[in-house]
């Protein structure tokens, strides 16, 4: 099964509006870490946001919030005034296991969604 | 501000050469990861090191290898390369933390003929 799954392969959206960019996932971890990444065309991955599974606020940074709904296991992420420059690809990932244990870190990532901006 | 290099932007090889891909973080990171990725799959884990000379594999290790003799460099070895082998490589690293957020290079784009 699917641990992280993304399934919009691509959206549009007007400049200036905001979109939501859907990720659910699968774990029976109870401690657990997701991330959303940016991709622009030149490649390399861009760190956006973080959410932890004991977090009781949703994440929030600059333009970009994570709606988080533990139940439904979704982790949607939130651009707010969309601008040119968010034209990219987006990848959800999620760490299973605490930080400091041995997962090491390690992600799981979604397929990706393509985001374009139109102005 | 951390960065992470990769030897080549752009590679190309031939089939059955051997490959070897480097990756070099300046952090002092424990922890290094090499990633595959390919259009409507994301990234893939290959192998992962969390120290110098252990590694683990990842998801996807089949016809690949690593090497990890010193902290900071974290190297793919493509043994014999294969046409299906052709891809995007990504190394990252981190350090731990709250989130274990980690840092990526600019990646790799191997073509092998």
């Known amino acids: 099964a699917q641990k992280i799954t993304q399934t919009q392969p691509g959206m549009f959206v007007q400049e200036k509006e905001a979109v939501t960019l859907d990720c659910t996932y699968d774990?029976?971890?109870?401690?657990?870490?997701l991330f959303w990444y940016k991709q622009p065309s030149s490649g390399e991955m861009i760190f956006l946001i973080y959410?932890?599974?004991?977090?009781?606020q949703n994440a929030t940074e600059g333009r970009y919030s994570l709606n988080f709904q533990k139940a439904r296991k979704s982790a949607n992420l939130v651009i707010s005034a969309s601008q040119l420059g968010d034209s990219a690809m987006y990848f959800c990932?999620?760490?299973?296991?605490?930080?400091?244990?041995?997962?090491?870190?390690?992600?799981?990532f979604g397929q990706g969604t393509i985001l374009t901006v139109h102005p | 501000d951390v960065k992470v290099t990769q030897s080549s932007r752009y590679l190309v090889k031939r089939t059955g050469e051997k490959v070897f891909l480097e990756c070099v973080q300046d952090?002092?990171?424990?922890?290094m990861f090499w990633y595959r990725q390919d259009p409507g799959l994301g990234l893939r884990l290959i192998y992962f090191?969390?120290?110098?000379?252990?590694?683990e594999k990842g998801d996807i290790p089949e016809g690949y290898s690593v090497s990890r003799e010193k902290k900071e460099r974290f190297s793919l070895i493509l043994e014999s390369a294969s046409t299906n082998q052709t891809s995007m490589y990504l190394c990252?690293?981190?350090?731990?933390?709250?989130?274990?957020?980690?840092?990526f290079g600019p990646g790799t784009r191997l073509t092998v003929t």
């Open positions: 990252a690293s981190t350090v731990g933390g709250r989130s274990y957020e980690q840092y």
């Open positions: 774990t029976s971890d109870p401690s657990y870490g």
């Open positions: 959410q932890g599974s004991y977090d009781q």
């Open positions: 990932a999620m760490r299973e296991g605490g930080a400091g244990g041995t997962s090491y870190g390690k992600l799981t």
């Open positions: 952090m002092d990171h424990e922890n």
């Open positions: 090191s969390y120290d110098v000379k252990m590694k």
